[in-house]
DNA sequence: GTTATGATTTACT
DNA sequence: GTAAATCATAACG
């Protein structure tokens, strides 16, 4: 299991290169789910206008962001779909990591059982709000940090061929919109957007 | 209290 | 390609 404290590091963009290949382990409903993460997106809480805690600001919604890194941080977005993140760095400092794709590895039935699929398709677990309804992850795991059992992260084992494109649905960002902070799998079929 | 909107997805035309 | 779904949150009065 990856430690809170590799999570406390200063660079939230390497982090978020570095979690593409790892996986998440959740515990949920007596099973034991284990999916591989494929593609994650930084933000920055200093020159970066696309995240919430951008020029500080902080509201009861990012509250966990300026918590210390190794947390979890859900919220809610167009009122449908819940966005899983990882927050990252030291209290005070609110970067995050958002998941934005992730690959099964182990409990698919329940995933596919989540997403009313017949079967496995890329979509059952691509797409950051996707994942969240495969996984049963909702705000009720807002905030709790990745050290438990029943949600962590375990360390890769072999290292993936990593490809870095612009961040996706930040178009209000302005020039930050450009940065090469989406990192994915260039060989999981399980990606967002190539 | 009221209003506008989003780290999206899906179903249409 | 365009739009609807849908609601907590943030901004404003």
Redesign the pocket.
């Known amino acids: 299991m990856l430690p809170i404290s590799y999570f406390q590091q200063d660079d939230v963009v390497r982090l978020a290169r570095e979690l593409v290949g790892c996986l998440l382990v959740r515990k949920w409903q007596g099973q034991e789910l284990q999916l591989k993460i494929t593609e994650t997106?930084a933000?920055r809480h200093y020159n970066d206008l696309?995240?919430?805690a951008a020029n500080s600001?902080r509201?009861?919604?990012?509250a966990p962001?300026f918590e210390s890194g190794g947390r979890s941080?859900v919220?809610?977005?167009?009122?449908?779909?819940h966005?899983f993140?990882i927050v990252t760095n030291v209290k005070g400092k609110a970067d995050?990591i958002?998941i934005r794709a992730l690959e099964p590895l182990q409990g698919e039935e329940i995933m596919i059982r989540q997403?009313n699929h017949q079967r496995l398709q890329t979509?059952t677990t691509a797409?950051?709000?996707?994942l969240t309804q495969a996984t049963g992850i909702t705000?009720a795991q807002n905030n709790i940090l990745l050290n438990s059992s029943s949600l962590h992260i375990i360390d890769k084992t072999e290292q993936p061929d990593i490809e870095a494109r612009t961040r996706?649905?930040?178009g209000?960002a302005g020039e930050d919109t450009q940065l090469p902070w989406r990192f994915y799998d260039n060989n999981s079929p399980y990606v967002?957007k190539r």
Do not use: D
């Not at 919220?75 to 779909?81: R, S, V």
């Open positions: 997106e933000y696309a995240c919430h600001h509201t009861p919604r990012n962001m941080y919220y809610l977005c167009y009122g449908i779909h966005m993140n995050a958002l997403r979509n797409g950051p709000g996707n705000r996706i649905g930040i209000y967002s």
